[in-house]
Structures are given as C-alpha cells and as structure tokens.
C-alpha cells in the first residue's frame, strides 16, 4: 500500500501533527537521556561543565531535529532514501581517502567546523533503503535469489567500506541492521540459516588462521577475543578493561553504592568510562535496580517501536521503524553484553546515554523519521 | 505504484508474523542481558564487592615509634627526634625541574646533588615519592609547607627518628639503628612488613640489635582509598602504632659520661658493677663515636677515619676485648691454691727474682726479689715468683676451673654485641686447639694472667665482684623494661672458704694500703670509702734473651702498639663492698700508673654519685685531680632527684 492510497486527509497536517506523535517514545527517550545526563554528571566528579552539560545541548539540538523530522512526511524519506544511500557510500569512500584516524580506525571526515562519522549515517540511510526496495519489490518475488542477492549487495558495499576504516564492531552491525530489515521483509528463514552456517564456518577458518600468513584478523583484535574468552589472563592488560568493568558492575549489588560513591568510577579503575564503560557505572552506583531500570526503559521505547510497526499499514515505514528499531536494540544489547563479559570488547556505544555527539545525534535522528512513520501512517 | 488489498494484506500478514519473530528472539536476548545482570549483581554481588574493595582499598602501615632507652635514673640515652623531609611526586609536579629549582631557593643543594635528585625522580615511577631532602630545619621545613602551592607535588613530611642525646658515651653499649638492608631482612624468618618500609631502621648492633623485638613495638594501620594509580585520595581508618618498650638500663648516665671523659683519648675500655645486684652502672670502651652519624648515614669519609684509627673506635672493648689479664689474674691463682689446699694463707715462698723451671728462667717483674713472701704480700707487691712456684704445686686444671668460677672463660650474656668467652687454659683446651701437651711453662705463664689467659675488662670485673662478696654476681643490663623491674635473683655462694676470701680482699687491700702497695699512689684516703684492688701489666710481645742482656727496654721508648696493656682491677668500700671497677688501658704502660688512678676516679663518682669531695684523694694527688675536672666538660647534675625519675 502506498501513500496515494492513504485516506488523506485523515493524515495529520501542520502544527497538528504534534498530536499524533508517539508521546510515549518521546518520553522514554528523554527519560533515558536524563539517566545519561546523571551518570555523566556522576562519573566527572560533579564537574556537570565536563561531560554532562555538552551532552544535555547536543540532545536539545538533537530533540529539535528529531521533531523537525517527525513532521516531515514519510513519503519524502522513500523518495530521498537512494540519494542518501549513494551519499554515504560516497562519503565513507571519502573518510577512506582522507579522514582523520582516531583510535586506530578512520572514521571521522572533518569538513570545516563538522565532523562526520559517515559510518553512523550509513545506519539509518541504508535501512531507509533497504525498506525502500522491499517496499518496492513485491512480495512474492522476495525470496528469490537475485532479489535477494540485491539486498545483500546494499548491506555489504557499505559494510566493506567500514571493515577498511577498520571498524569490524560497526561492520557487524551493519550486517546484523541489514538482515533484521530482510528478516521482516519476509526473505525465507533458509537463507538466514544459511548465513549463520557460513559465519559460524568464517569463525572457525578465522581463528585457524591465526598466526599465519594469511591471518585475517588483526592482531589486537585476535587479543580481544582471547580477552573475551579468558579476562583473568592479563589483568593489567588488555583484560583489565574487561576485569574492573565486571568488578564495577557486580559490586552494585542490588540496590547500588549510592550516587557519585562508585569508588570503580570515581577512583579511575574504570576505562571509557564515560562513553563505553558507562552503564557499568550506573550499575555500580544505582545497582540492580538502576540498571534494570534502564533495561526497563530500553525494552518499552523497542515495545512502543515495534507496536508502531506492526500498525502501520505502509509497509515502507513499517519495514523502516523495524529496521531503526532494531539497529537501536543492536546498539544496546551488545553493549550490555560486552561489559557484562558476554561478548569481545569492541567500542560500542550505550545509546542515548554514553557521552558522544555523533551517536546521540544520529539516534534522535532515527527516532524522527521513526515519529514521521508512525505521524504519517495511513489511518 | 498502486498495491491491491490482497497485496497490501499479505505483507503485513508476513510483516507481523516475522515481527514476532524477531521479537522473540529480542526478548529471548534481553532476558539474558537481564538474567547475567541478575546474576552478577545479586548472585555474586559479595564476590564483586570483595574484588572492587581490594581495587580501592590498600592497607598503609604506620611505623610504630621505637621504644625508648633509659638510664637508671630515667634519663633519656636513646630517643626518638621529630625529622622533617620532603618528598616528590612527579605525577603532580608538572615540570619537575621548575619545581626543583624553586625547591634549592629554600633547602640548600649543590648542582650536583639536584642533578643527581632529578636523575632519581624521572627513574622512579609517577606515583612514587622521592625524598628530596632529609633532617630539615624546622624553618626550611615551614617555609616549604608556606609555599606549597607553588611547589606542586612536594609533600613536606615529619617522621620520627632515633637520637641518642649522649652521642658517644653509649655508643658502644647501646649500638646503633640504621635502614634495614637486604641482609638484614635475608637473616630475618618471616620478616615485620614494617621492616620493608623506606624509611624504617633497625638495630644494627649492641643493646639496639639484641633487643630489636622489644624496642621495635607494633606497626599501625591507616586504610586508604587508591585511584587505579595508586594515588590515595583519603583516609578510610587509621590504627595508631603501638610504641616499642621503654627498656631502662642499669647504666648511669653521669657515671657513664665521667668514664668517658675520664679515659680521654687513650685506646680503654672501663667496667663498673654495682655487687649488690649485678648492675653494669657504666660500661665504657674509648675512644668512641657519634652513634647519630650511623643513624643519618655515614659519610665514607667519616666512616674511613673511624675504620683506619689505629685506636679501633667502633670495637667495643668492655666485652669484645679480649687481653692478657697480667697480674690481676693472681687473685684466680691465689684462690685456686688457697681451696686447693696446696697452701694456706700463711704459706711463704721465697724470691729470688727468678725461677728456674726446666733449665728455662721465669723473671720476676723485680729483678732484685721480694724475698720472703706469704699470700697477702704477693699480692700486695705482686710478686710473680710467688705465683710461679704456686702454679706448679696446684696444676693449670684447677687454675682453670678458678677462673671458670670467678666468670673468666665464660661468656656473660648481656644484650651486647659480640661478647667474648676470653680463655681460661687448661691441658684439655691446649690439646683441642694446638694438638699440644700442657707444659709446665705454660702454668707459669697463665698464673701471672700472661700465655694463653685472656679475660675482657667484663670478666675482670665480674672476677673482682665475686672475690669481693664469695658470690656468684651475674652482670645485667637492663633494670625494667616498660617499667617492670627486673628481678635480681639471689646470687648463689661461691662456695668459697671465707677465710680464703679474706686472704684475697686483705692482700687487694694491700696493694692500696699497704706500706709497699704497688698502688698506693691511686688509694682512696676516705676511710668510709676504703678501697682495694689490684693492678696489672700485661707485655704484648715476647721480651728476647738479647733485649734481656741489653736491658729491658722502657715503655716509654717503644712504639705505642707494642707497650704493654695496663690494667687495674678494684672492689669500695672494703668492708662492704659496693662497687667493682676495672680499667684496661690498651699499650698504656704500668697498670698503676696509668690504670689504677682511673679506676679510683670513676669509683669515687660512683661512690659520690657525682664528683667527690677532693678529700677523699691522698694530698699528692688533690692539685692534679682538680686540674683534672677542670678540664672535663660533665654532664650537668640534674636539679633534683624528683626531677630526674620524673623525666
């Protein structure tokens, strides 16, 4: 169904759009931004100049665009959503030419007085584009092979444009944002099974590949996964990250040391933690509860996004909530689950509440167009 | 494009159902996220915690304050003194060596010295405090707290640190504390954490080694929250440190310093013991040092000069010292054929001026004889023909046993360093040593303290307590520690014949106040303080048939290291004994002339318990004796005795 077949005028126009937001989703996004804007406060020392107050502007400047999209009609992204693919690409193949190598990746494309990640808008353009296509595609013809191979071709150019940064962290989840939106598009769970059989078959060939001529990962990366696999190892090194992560969060315990009495925060044990390492100072201070909270509050704004998919008619826009839906659900759990020791450390941030401009931007971008789906559905 | 409805209803029929799907599956992911959550903060939140206290929490030990050293009357003779100093931390430093050039505007460095304090702080790690600077003045010290903030990560510190407030005059006895060196810890089995502190000393020698576990006391504690660098933030707890014990000797600290003084430069060593209880009241080997320069670290330049004195500064030679006892020794061969049996008091020996044993000739130290001679004239005028002749009726075993009995040839256990057994010889000890039979010559010798006899100024006192009061009078040291009085055991008899004791006393009494006394000179003329005694000579070299035949040679005309030791060994007052003294001076000539009028000295003091009224000494004696003190620079006399116990 397309939007020429929209009741119209049953649309929302003009300032009344605002009515028919997702108030909720709003809500819950400002509420996990202000845990943010506390931890960042906590984890500084109280210096609120420091980390907390930069973060508190950029989210007003990011809730401005997120209304502004909210009002722009959905049709508009479809339109716009090759373009902005093509953009992208195009951008990460500049951030490969001459972008600035930060962390020992290049991921950063200085022009002027801005700074682009052009890895993070890849997320949101190439979901709109994959949502495109199927919302194009029709549906029978989904799961046939070269229809299928298209798709594949959308996710991995941008994808092997981001592993040569190198960023195998963003990469992965390039994939994995890709595949929901195919998922749900509705491609047979045959070639899901045959993706997993091949990565699990990559995993094995990758790590029989270590140490030689041919090693296909590097050699920091290798160490991650031996970190992952055995923290205690090297405790003062590259374990130790992982090692006083745990500690900070185990020893929250149920109800937490008390606001600002982390002492893994406060005395530095922590690494990153004002950005990756975050929540394990929120489960260090606010303990079980706190971090429940947050998982709470993560697990209603994905109920609220994956409810404002399945009632929206438009398969575009419904395909598109999926897919930044999903995208913030891989944002976070795999967080979640590399401070909790479950998977290899890799710079991922916790969405909303790490500090860091580009990512918090991006997000509130993403739960715009997500606003303008659910404003704009047909009624 | 248009979709028709049958389009639009099949996908999002397929939409929904691959949506709840995928929501399966992140509900399937959010419970393990939530479940692994749940585990580690509530399951093994005890673990965690336990892990992140001992991130954050670090013990720091206080060093415990050492006990402190008194004498018998509580005054100080080992303290602890407050020293300021001044450490570095570079992680907080910034530049360091701005820092450092603002430091040399207050605390005296040569370019050197800051050279060498820079070479040292960039080799150590950020976190870790330098010590810039060591036993500042209170002034430099408040100047740099002043300034602190213009010298950024120098910490101005205060710790304490032993002193000993009579520099020399206990060196020897009380030793010295110094920092505790990787040997030190080697010869330790589970060595005090305290000890592996920068800063901690331990006793190195003498009374502060020996009694190491008493003075050290306990380590305190301080909990302190680290940052992951180690740096404290603050102070969670703090337990005090339990000082060490007050250990108060039995020494005097007047008495101790009049020794000092009174044997001057001369290479000498001088006991006092109280008989009543066997207190060591000073205990003196000259000439001594600064203990205080061993506690801040010894310049090698001092160090050097204290090594190459021919005068041995750092022996100690009241108990390390080990010499022939020469004729003070006559009073062990005296007793031993007294109680043998093989002569009695009233024996008489003639003398010729020789003996000839085994077609050898033993000289007697008067060549023309003292003739006839019974018991308390070979004493009196120390004949050794007297003894040679003795010697070879009683037999070296029972001279031995003697000595043995007296406290010659057996080490005294007092908390010094190095206590020397001397030797008392008999054929079983020359057998094991030399794989030699005993020879008569050999008991000639050891009857006059000469030969294989040896006997430290200790042992020669201890002899002299016993012969004074027929008990077994055991040297001690220490009189209480943390205030508890030691007790003085009940000294057993000796076993002696009194008569034979008697015969003793009277013939030391002799050597004083007889008409030929050989120490006349030194007697004291107070009859309430009667004194006996008795001196000896002791040669250090073999005197040769040629240099015989020339003449004996004088002292005087010898080089200082080959004359012969002076000794004079003496028990006040005679009818009730108090005190015993003895002094050996190392090459110092006649022990009545040289020996003797020290130990009368230092036993006057003693008994005055200050200086004594000049009255005491013969007229002869009074003008050199005042010119004498004059020339000392004592030890004030505290205002009252209340006063003293006070402090």
Redesign the interface.
């Known amino acids: ?2 939007y ?2 929209y009741t119209v005028e049953r649309v929302p126009t003009g300032w009344r759009k605002i009515l028919f937001l997702n108030w909720p989703l709003v809500f819950l996004v400002t509420a996990v931004s202000c845990i943010g804007f506390l931890m960042l406060y906590s984890v500084s020392g109280g210096e609120i100049d420091r980390w907390a107050m930069p973060q508190m502007e950029r989210f007003a400047a990011g809730m401005a665009i997120m209304f502004a999209l909210a009002f722009v009609p959905i049709w508009f992204w479809r339109s716009i959503s090759v373009v902005a693919y093509v953009i992208c690409v195009l951008l990460l193949v500049a951030v490969e030419l001459m972008g600035h190598v930060g962390m020992g990746a290049q991921r950063w494309l200085v022009l002027g007085p801005v700074r682009i990640q052009p890895s993070e808008l890849t997320k949101i353009a190439f979901v709109m584009t994959l949502a495109a296509y199927y919302d ?1 595609l ?2 029978e013809k989904v799961s046939r092979p070269l229809w299928v191979l298209i798709p594949v071709l959308l996710i991995l150019t941008p994808t092997a444009l981001v592993l040569m940064q190198p960023d195998l962290g963003t990469s992965i989840m390039l994939i994995a944002g890709g595949g ?1 939106v195919m ?4 491609v047979s769970l045959w070639y899901f099974g045959a993706v997993i059989a091949i990565v699990i078959a990559l995993i094995t060939t990758v790590m029989e590949s270590r140490g030689t001529d041919w090693q296909l990962l590097h050699n920091y990366q290798f160490k991650r996964i031996d970190t992952f696999l055995d923290p205690g190892s090297d405790p003062l090194g590259a374990g130790y990250n992982i090692m ?1 992560a ?9 109800s937490g040391r008390g606001f600002m009495q982390g ?2 925060s406060r ?3 922590l690494p990153e933690k004002h950005t990756d390492f975050i929540f394990t100072s929120l ?2 201070e606010f ?2 509860v706190g ?2 909270t947050l ?1 709470l509050l ?2 209603l704004i ?1 109920g609220f996004c ?1 409810h404002s ?2 009632t929206n ?1 438009d ?1 575009f826009a ?2 598109l909530t ?1 897919g930044i839906a ?1 995208t913030f ?1 891989l944002y976070f ?1 795999i967080n ?2 590399t401070v ?1 020791g ?1 998977l290899p450390a890799k710079g991922s941030p916790l969405p909303l509440v790490s500090y860091g401009g580009t990512s918090l931007m991006i997000l509130l971008m993403g739960f715009g167009i997500l606003q303008s789906a659910h404003v704009h559905r047909p009624r | ?3 028709s409805q049958k ?2 209803a ?3 029929r ?3 159902r ?2 709840l ?3 399966v599956i ?1 509900a399937a ?2 419970s ?3 479940l ?3 585990s ?3 399951e ?6 336990l ?3 001992g ?2 929490i670090k013990i720091r030990l206080l060093p415990p304050a050492r006990g402190l050293v008194l004498d018998r009357n509580g005054t100080i003779i080992a303290g602890n003194e407050q020293n300021y100093r001044v450490t570095l931390t570079r992680e907080d430093a910034g530049e360091i060596s701005t820092v450092v050039a603002r430091l040399r505007r207050i605390i005296p460095m040569s370019d050197r010295q800051a050279a060498e304090l820079l070479a040292e702080i960039r080799r150590r790690s950020a976190v870790t405090p330098v010590m810039v600077a060591d036993r500042l003045t209170w002034q430099e010290f408040s100047s740099i707290a002043l300034n602190a903030p213009a010298l950024p990560g120098v910490t101005p510190e205060s710790g304490l640190s032993r002193s000993y407030p009579r520099a020399g005059d206990f060196a020897h006895v009380l030793g010295y504390v110094g920092p505790v060196s990787d040997y030190d810890l080697s010869k330790i089995e589970n060595p005090d954490p305290v000890l592996r502190l920068p800063e901690f000393q331990l006793g190195k020698i003498g009374l502060e080694a020996k009694l190491e576990e008493e003075l050290r006391g306990k380590a305190g504690n301080r909990r302190v ?5 180690g740096r404290e ?1 603050r102070e969670l707890s703090r337990q005090e440190g339990q000082q060490g014990a007050t250990i108060q000797t039995t020494l005097d600290a007047r008495l101790q310093n009049f020794a000092a003084q009174r044997l001057g430069t001369e290479s000498a060593a001088a006991v006092v013991i109280d008989v009543t209880n066997g207190d060591i009241v000073a205990i003196s080997s000259s000439p001594n040092f600064d203990p205080n320069k061993f506690v801040r670290g010894i310049s090698s330049v001092d160090y050097k000069d204290l090594m190459k004195h021919d005068h041995r500064p750092l022996a100690d030679k009241t108990v390390q010292g080990a010499y022939p006892p020469g004729s003070t020794f006559k009073m062990v061969t005296l007793l031993a054929g007294l109680e043998a049996g093989v002569i009695n008091p009233g024996s008489r020996f003639f003398c010729p001026g020789y003996t000839q044993v085994a077609g050898r000739r033993f000289h007697c130290w008067s060549r023309g004889g003292h003739g006839t001679v019974d018991a308390i004239r070979s004493l009196e005028q120390s004949c050794d023909v007297y003894y040679y002749e003795l010697a070879q009726k009683v037999g070296i075993d029972r001279i031995a046993a003697m000595a043995r009995r007296l406290g010659i040839g057996v080490r005294h256990d007092l908390p010094m360093s190095a206590i020397t057994e001397g030797i008392a010889p008999d054929r079983a000890w020359k057998m094991a040593r030399y794989q030699q039979e005993w020879q008569v010559g050999d008991s000639i010798n050891a009857s006059i303290g000469q030969g294989y006899v040896l006997a430290s100024p200790l042992q020669l006192a201890v002899m002299t307590a016993r012969v004074a009061t027929g008990r077994e009078v055991i040297p001690r040291l220490v009189r209480a520690i943390d205030g508890v009085v030691q007790p003085v055991p009940d000294f057993a008899d000796l076993g002696l014949n009194p008569l034979n004791l008697r015969t003793a006393r009277g013939g030391m009494d002799a050597v004083m106040n007889g008409s030929h006394g050989t120490a006349r000179r030194a007697r004291i003329v107070a009859p309430e303080w009667q004194m006996a005694g008795k001196t000896g000579t002791s040669q250090v070299r073999n005197i040769t048939a040629a240099e015989r035949a020339r003449g004996v040679i004088s002292n005087d005309q010898l080089p200082w290291n080959r004359r012969d030791h002076a000794l004079f060994v003496c028990f006040a007052p005679y009818d009730m004994p108090r005190y015993v003294v003895s002094v050996v001076v190392e090459h110092g000539g006649g022990g009545s002339a040289v020996a003797a009028p020290i130990a009368r000295d230092i036993m006057l003091f003693a008994l005055a318990d200050g200086l004594p009224p000049l009255s005491a000494y013969p007229d002869s004696e009074r003008a050199k004796v005042e010119e004498m003190w004059s020339k000392m620079n004592l030890m004030p006399e505290p205002t009252s005795k209340t006063a003293r116990a006070k402090a």
């Open positions: 169904m397309s020429l077949d194009w029709p549906v929901i998922f749900v598009a509705g006083q745990q500690i900070a969060l185990g020893s929250g315990g149920w002492t893994q005395l530095n044990f489960a260090e303990g079980f971090a429940g998982l993560y697990v994905l994956l998919a399945l008619r398969r419904s395909l999926i999903g659900f759990s979640m689950a909790m479950m | 494009m248009r979709k389009e639009i099949e996908s999002s397929l939409i929904s691959r949506v799907m995928l929501g992140q992911v959010i393990t996220l939530g692994k959550l749940r580690m903060q509530l093994h939140a005890d673990q965690y915690r892990l992140s206290d991130n954050s929250e680290v940052n992951s660098a933030m």
